[in-house]
């Protein structure tokens, strides 16, 4: 039996703006294992399959595992252009060269090419004709920058 090989569809483009990040320190603990940083999330758009705004509110909630790694925790609310609202929860891996890092956790300017940032994104939604976003898979790529993180979430076909 041949199985088929999935494929991306592009879905949806964010532009998720940030303000400076909030350094909480080392943190402990039977499943803690490096240092907090939380990224409050101010703003943003979507384009693609949706269409809207990314509502001042959410973060990122980010335990720093090394001076090349990072887990990413990203909980916000999209607000449709047709009202409705979608909320994401967009767990991620970035990494990167220790200078690279560095440069990132600055608030420096990277060149994405040099970041590997992954994310799987799930999605609760407000109405049944975004039943779509709950009934499929989605990965995703991001880039960091010093004042938002663009991020261009793919459906798994």
């Known amino acids: 039996m041949t199985l088929p090989a999935p494929t991306l569809e592009p879905a949806i483009d964010l532009t998720v703006f940030v303000a400076a990040p909030v350094e909480a320190g080392q943190v402990t603990g039977l499943n803690s294992r490096g240092r907090r940083r939380i990224i409050p999330i101010t703003g943003g758009n979507v384009a693609g399959k949706l269409t809207g705004t990314v509502l001042p509110g ?5 335990i720093v595992v090394s ?3 990072a887990d990413l925790d990203a909980r916000y609310l999209l607000q449709l252009d047709n009202g409705e609202h979608v909320f994401v929860m967009n767990r991620a891996l970035r990494r990167g060269s220790v ?3 560095a440069r990132l ?3 420096e300017a990277v060149d994405p090419a040099a970041i590997y940032f992954r994310c799987v994104p799930t999605f ?3 109405h ?3 039943a779509w976003l709950t009934e499929n898979v989605f990965v995703g790529t991001g880039a960091r920058y ?3 993180v663009e991020i261009r979430f793919f459906r798994v076909a």
Do not use: K, M
């Open 105 to 107: 956790v600055r608030g």
């Open 99 to 101: 200078e690279n890092i």
């Open 67 to 69: 001076d090349t790694c």
């Open 128 to 130: 049944p004709s975004l």
């Open 58 to 62: 959410g973060a990122d909630f980010q």
């Open 124 to 126: 609760e939604v407000s």
């Open 146 to 148: 010093p004042d938002r």
